[in-house]
């Protein structure tokens, strides 16, 4: 199981919700209702939830200098990478399996 990690830079605050948003089920928020993707429903009709992932993406483009959120073409289950610039210049590239 992993450790409890502080975050402290406001960049990495979004990004870490950003990717805590990307592996929430749609409708799972408590507090959010337009937070999730359908990942689930998107394995078991093989349809990719591209509409939510594009929505996600710009509710939080307002957070960095520039957010791109792409398919990982040929993944298992959906898995996406995630490019964002944040607004003090720094980079950071990850994948996120939902």
Known sequence: MG???EITDTGAVWLATLVQ???LGQG???FFANHGIPAQQSVASQI???AAVA???SQYLQYFASLVVAPVIG???PTYTVQAVMKNGQA????VAT
């Not at 950071?92 to 994948?95: G, L, P, Q, S």
Request: hydrophobic fraction near 30%; glycine fraction near 0%.
């Open 28 to 30: 799972e928020s408590p």
């Open 21 to 23: 948003t990307l592996r």
């Open 48 to 50: 990719a939830p591209d």
């Open 55 to 57: 929505r996600t993406q």
């Open 3 to 5: 450790a409890w990690v």
């Open 75 to 77: 993944a298992s289950q």
């Open 92 to 95: 950071i590239k990850t994948k």
